[in-house]
C-alpha cells in the first residue's frame, strides 16, 4: 500500500517594528552581542512590559489578509519553559484566545486553511562555535517581535509545503509585515510532518521539524523524514512524537527533544499585561491603508498590455510596484509596455549591478514618459534609449532631452536625406538587391544594416525599412 504524507506549518514572522514587542530595544540586524537589550528583555527585577502597537497593527493586517477573524479581545499568556538564552523563564505568547484566528491561503486551486496566528516574543541566542568548553548568550533578538502563523495540516508532501510557505512569505513581504529576510531569520518555519495509508482518515503520529529557513532546506527535510517514518512503520516500530532538527550538511533531521505538548508549558494569562482590545475604527484604519493585493495589481498590469511575464515582476515586491505605477501615471497607455520593458530590462539589471533597492534608483521613474516620448516622435530609436541614455541618465547627465542634445542622438527623420541614402546603398550593391528581389530576405537585413552604417546609427530604422522595401518591390 502506498502512503500519504501530511504536513502542518508553523512560521514565524518577524514584525516590521523599530522596537521590540515589549520594550524599546531595537530590532536592527548584526549589531554586537548584548547591545540591543534593555532591561526588560533583561528580565530585571521591577521591569515591566509594554505592548509595541506597531506590532499588533501587523497582525491585524495578516488577519485582513488572509480573510481571518481578528478577536476584538485577545489575552497574552506566560509559556513556561527553560531555555538559558530566555532571561524570564517564560515566553509572552498567546494560547487560548490569539489575536486571528482562521482564514485560508490559496496555492494554486487548493485552499490552505490557517488555523491560528498569535503575537508573542523571541527569545536570545545561544552561541557555540566562538567558544570553547562554554557558550555565549547574545540577547539582542530577545523580544524581537514575532507572528506566528499557524496552518491546518491540509499540506500534502514536501512540494505542497514549500509553495505554502513561499506564498506566506510572499503576502508577509507584500503588506509589509514582515522583511522575509530568512537568512536573518526574520522568517522561518516549523514543519510538523507525519504519514498514514492511502485513504486512512485518522492522522498519524507527527514529528516537528525546527527552525526551516530555507525553502530548499525545507523541502529536503519533509522528504527525508517522511520516508523516515514510513521505514519505521513498515518494519513494524512506532514513530514517537518529538522535535527534530535538519542538518544540511548529512541531509537528514535528527531527534532533538520529545515533543512537548500545551499542559507542559504552564499556560496562564499574563499579569503584567491587560486584555488586548481591538476597536473596529482600529480595524478599519489599518483596512484602508493596505494596498490591493498582488493578484490585483498583476491583473492591472495585464490589462493595459503588460505581458504575464513582465506583469509578475513588476509585483515582485510592493516597492517595484510602487515604482511602475509612478512611471504610468502620466503615461499614455500605448507607453505601458515600453516603460514595464525598461524596467524590469536594463533598469533592474543596473540596480542588481549595483546592489541597490528600487526605492535607490538613481534614474526616478516620473523620467520614463519623457524618454519614450522622445522614442514615440522618431527623435531617437529604442535602441538609443536603451543603450546611451538610460546609461547616461543613471550617471546623472541630465534629463533625456539634455542628453539627446549633448550625445548627438537625433535621428534622420528626413525623408529626402533617407532616400537619397538609400538610393547610393542600392547603386552599390546591386548583387544584395537581386538576391532580395529573388527572394532571399537576409539580403534585407544587410542593406538596412548599410544604411544604417552609412548614418551611424541615426537614420529612423522604420523609415529606412519602409523606403527599402518600397524601393525594392519585388
Same mark, same amino acid.
Given at each position: 500500500m502506498s502512503w500519504e504524507i501530511v504536513v502542518g506549518i508553523e512560521t514565524h514572522a518577524q514584525l516590521r517594528t523599530k522596537s521590540k514587542i515589549f520594550s524599546g530595544a531595537?530590532?536592527?540586524?548584526?549589531?554586537?552581542?548584548?547591545?540591543?537589550?534593555?532591561?526588560?528583555? @533583561?528580565?530585571?527585577?521591577?521591569?515591566?512590559?509594554?505592548?509595541?502597537?506597531?506590532?499588533?497593527?501587523?497582525?491585524?493586517?495578516?488577519? @485582513?489578509?488572509?480573510?481571518?477573524?481578528?478577536?476584538?479581545?485577545?489575552i497574552f499568556a506566560r509559556k513556561n519553559y527553560f531555555y538559558p538564552d530566555l532571561p524570564k523563564g517564560y515566553q509572552i505568547s498567546q494560547f487560548e484566545t490569539p489575536i486571528v484566528q482562521g482564514g485560508s491561503l490559496s496555492i494554486g486551486e487548493k485552499k490552505i486553511r490557517i488555523t491560528r496566528a498569535h503575537l508573542e516574543e523571541d527569545a536570545g541566542k545561544s552561541l557555540h562555535e566562538a567558544f570553547r568548553g562554554m557558550s555565549g548568550i *547574545?540577547?539582542?533578538?530577545?523580544?524581537?517581535?514575532?507572528?506566528?502563523?499557524?496552518?491546518?495540516? &491540509?499540506?500534502? %508532501?514536501?512540494?505542497?509545503?514549500?509553495a505554502y510557505a513561499r506564498a506566506l512569505h510572499d503576502l508577509v513581504t507584500w503588506y509589509g509585515i514582515c522583511g522575509g529576510n530568512m537568512e536573518e531569520g526574520e522568517f522561518r518555519c516549523d514543519a510538523n510532518v507525519s504519514v498514514?495509508?492511502?485513504?486512512?482518515?485518522?492522522?498519524?503520529?507527527?514529528?516537528? =521539524?525546527?527552525?526551516?529557513?530555507?525553502?530548499?532546506?525545507?523541502?529536503?527535510?519533509?522528504?527525508?523524514?517522511?520516508?523516515?517514518? =514510513?521505514?519505521?512503520?513498515?518494519?513494524? %516500530?512506532?514513530?514517537?512524537?518529538?522535535?527534530?532538527?535538519? *542538518?544540511?550538511?548529512?541531509?537528514?533531521?535528527?531527534?532533538?527533544?520529545?515533543?512537548?505538548?500545551?499542559? &507542559?508549558?504552564?499556560?496562564?494569562?499574563?499579569? *503584567?499585561?491587560?486584555?488586548?482590545?481591538?476597536?473596529?475604527?482600529?480595524?478599519?484604519? =489599518?483596512?484602508?491603508?493596505?494596498?490591493?493585493?498582488?493578484?490585483?495589481?498583476?491583473?492591472?498590469?495585464?490589462?493595459?498590455?503588460?505581458?504575464?511575464?513582465?506583469?509578475?515582476?513588476?509585483?515582485?515586491?510592493?516597492?517595484?510596484?510602487?515604482?511602475?505605477?509612478?512611471?504610468?501615471?502620466?503615461?499614455?497607455?500605448?507607453?505601458?509596455?515600453t516603460l514595464a520593458n525598461w524596467i524590469v530590462g536594463p533598469l533592474s539589471a543596473r540596480l542588481n549591478e549595483e546592489n541597490l533597492d528600487i526605492s535607490q534608483s538613481k534614474i526616478k521613474p516620473d523620467l520614463l514618459p519623457a524618454l519614450f516620448e522622445r522614442v514615440a516622435d522618431g527623435t531617437i530609436s529604442n535602441t538609443s534609449a536603451? %543603450?546611451?541614455?538610460?546609461?547616461?541618465?543613471?550617471?546623472?547627465?541630465?534629463?533625456?532631452?539634455?542628453?539627446?542634445?549633448?550625445?548627438?542622438?537625433?535621428?534622420?527623420?528626413?525623408?529626402?536625406?533617407i532616400e537619397k541614402l538609400v538610393d547610393e546603398v542600392l547603386a552599390k550593391n546591386p548583387k544584395q538587391v537581386e538576391d532580395y528581389r529573388a527572394g532571399k530576405d537576409k539580403a534585407f537585413n544587410s542593406l538596412v544594416g548599410q544604411v544604417m552604417k552609412a548614418t551611424q546609427g541615426k537614420a529612423n530604422p522604420a523609415q529606412v525599412n519602409e523606403i527599402l522595401r518600397r524601393k525594392l518591390g519585388r
Open positions: 531595537g530590532t536592527a540586524f548584526g549589531a554586537a552581542p548584548n547591545t540591543q537589550a534593555s532591561a526588560v528583555d @533583561l528580565a530585571l527585577p521591577g521591569t515591566l512590559p509594554v505592548l509595541n502597537r506597531a506590532a499588533v497593527e501587523h497582525a491585524v493586517r495578516l488577519g @485582513l489578509a488572509v480573510k481571518g477573524t481578528i478577536n476584538r479581545r485577545s *547574545d540577547l539582542n533578538r530577545a523580544g524581537t517581535p514575532l507572528l506566528e502563523i499557524v496552518s491546518e495540516p &491540509d499540506l500534502r %508532501g514536501a512540494q505542497e509545503a514549500v498514514r495509508r492511502t485513504g486512512e482518515q485518522k492522522l498519524g503520529t507527527r514529528c516537528e =521539524i525546527k527552525n526551516l529557513n530555507s525553502f530548499r532546506f525545507m523541502e529536503h527535510a519533509i522528504e527525508f523524514e517522511a520516508r523516515r517514518q =514510513i521505514e519505521v512503520m513498515e518494519s513494524g %516500530g512506532r514513530i514517537e512524537q518529538e522535535t527534530r532538527l535538519y *542538518d544540511p550538511d548529512r541531509k537528514e533531521t535528527r531527534s532533538m527533544r520529545t515533543k512537548e505538548d500545551a499542559q &507542559d508549558y504552564r499556560y496562564f494569562p499574563d499579569p *503584567d499585561l491587560l486584555p488586548l482590545v481591538i476597536t473596529e475604527e482600529m480595524i478599519s484604519a =489599518i483596512g484602508n491603508t493596505m494596498p490591493k493585493s498582488r493578484e490585483e495589481r498583476r491583473n492591472e498590469f495585464m490589462h493595459v498590455k503588460v505581458p504575464a511575464e513582465q506583469a509578475a515582476q513588476l509585483t515582485s515586491s510592493i516597492g517595484v510596484t510602487t515604482f511602475a505605477l509612478e512611471a504610468f501615471r502620466n503615461a499614455p497607455p500605448e507607453a505601458i509596455p536603451v %543603450g546611451k541614455v538610460l546609461p547616461a541618465m543613471w550617471s546623472g547627465q541630465g534629463s533625456p532631452d539634455q542628453i539627446i542634445e549633448k550625445l548627438g542622438l537625433k535621428q534622420i527623420s528626413d525623408v529626402s536625406v
